[in-house]
């Protein structure tokens, strides 16, 4: 490890034991598998980890989280949390995650008072400061701790740290929450959350990494599926673009289309600017 990103993480340690306890919101991702690492590491049992379980989240990832906690040793408390009875939040307006953040972390700050721990951490990084996150505004109003930004970390940073320290995430795929595949002001649904959860899951199956299914309309959606630039060509092949569509026609949608410009993040924030 050299000095700069051993500096980093020993700035991150202090800020952790400066908690005296935690509540690490995880939800299995790069970011939150680190953090949650460093929190054990740096306050031991004082480190438990939250996770929402929702139809924003995939059951995969719920799973992985629970599989990480138990090899780890850090006690884990998992809240079913029904996301679209929350206020605003299945009409999908553009400040949905703001709407949606605010009470999945006051229901993790409630849970860390009953469980007698200090604060609640989230696994944000530098890099998230630059694309629309509603969400974050939620997260300072309440007081929950950014320590991974505090400390200065980016996400490569992240990965390289997760790497030397041997974490099954360190070359994980990025997945936002589901409801980020539907754009805004178009109804939130189970059945539409079910299909991109199914979808991407298809794909992730096939040997894609790093993709997204996003969903266009109501009554017959649209499915447009982002790749990275590399795997294109693959999925043009005939046969594979041919069983591609079948599955996903079988999965509900009416029409499957592949984005020209690829996969990126926040691809439905573009008509925002």
Same mark, same amino acid.
């Given at each position: 490890m050299d000095d700069g990103l051993r500096s980093k993480y020993e700035r991150l340690l202090d800020i952790l034991k400066g908690y005296g306890s935690v509540a690490v919101a995880f939800s299995s991702g790069v970011d939150s598998t680190f953090l949650l690492h460093a929190a054990k590491e740096a306050l031991g049992e004082k480190a438990v980890a939250l996770t929402a379980s929702s139809c924003f989240v995939p059951k995969r990832e719920v799973l992985e989280a629970r599989e990480?906690?138990?090899? @780890?040793?850090?006690?884990?408390?998992?809240?079913?949390?029904?996301?679209?009875?929350?206020?605003? $939040?299945? &009409?999908?307006?553009?400040?949905? /995650?703001?709407? /949606?953040?605010?009470?999945?972390?006051?229901?993790?700050?409630?849970?860390?008072?009953?469980?007698?721990? =200090?604060?609640?951490?989230?696994? =944000?990084? $530098?890099?998230?400061?630059?694309?629309?996150?509603?969400?974050?505004?939620?997260i300072a109003e309440l007081g929950v701790k950014s320590?991974?930004?505090?400390?200065?970390?980016?996400?490569? &940073? @992240?990965?390289?740290? =997760?790497?030397?320290?041997?974490?099954?995430?360190?070359?994980?795929? =990025?997945?936002? /929450?589901?409801?980020?595949? @539907?754009?805004?002001?178009? @109804?939130?649904?189970?059945?539409?959350?079910?299909?991109?959860?199914?979808?991407?899951?298809?794909?992730?199956?096939?040997?894609?990494?790093?993709?997204? $299914?996003?969903?266009?309309?109501?009554?017959?959606p649209l499915a447009r599926i982002e790749l990275l630039p590399e795997d294109i060509d693959r999925a043009m092949d005939l046969s594979v673009r041919e069983e591609i569509n079948d599955k996903l026609h079988g999965m509900g949608f009416a029409y499957v289309a592949l984005d020209l410009k690829g996969y990126r993040t926040g691809s439905l924030n573009e008509v925002l600017k």
């Open positions: 990480f906690c138990e090899k @780890i040793g850090v006690k884990h408390l998992v809240a079913d949390v029904d996301v679209l009875a929350i206020d605003g $939040v299945a &009409e999908n307006p553009k400040d949905r /995650c703001y709407l /949606c953040k605010k009470a999945l972390f006051q229901g993790f700050l409630d849970t860390a008072e009953r469980e007698g721990l =200090s604060a609640v951490a989230e696994g =944000s990084n $530098v890099d998230d400061e630059g694309d629309y996150r509603p969400g974050m505004k939620a320590p991974l930004r505090e400390a200065g970390l980016k996400k490569q &940073e @992240i990965r390289d740290l =997760s790497k030397e320290f041997e974490l099954p995430t360190w070359n994980k795929p =990025s997945f936002a /929450c589901l409801a980020s595949r @539907i754009p805004y002001g178009e @109804i939130l649904t189970n059945e539409k959350l079910r299909m991109v959860e199914e979808a991407e899951e298809y794909l992730l199956n096939k040997g894609f990494k790093q993709f997204r $299914v996003r969903v266009h309309g109501d009554g017959a």
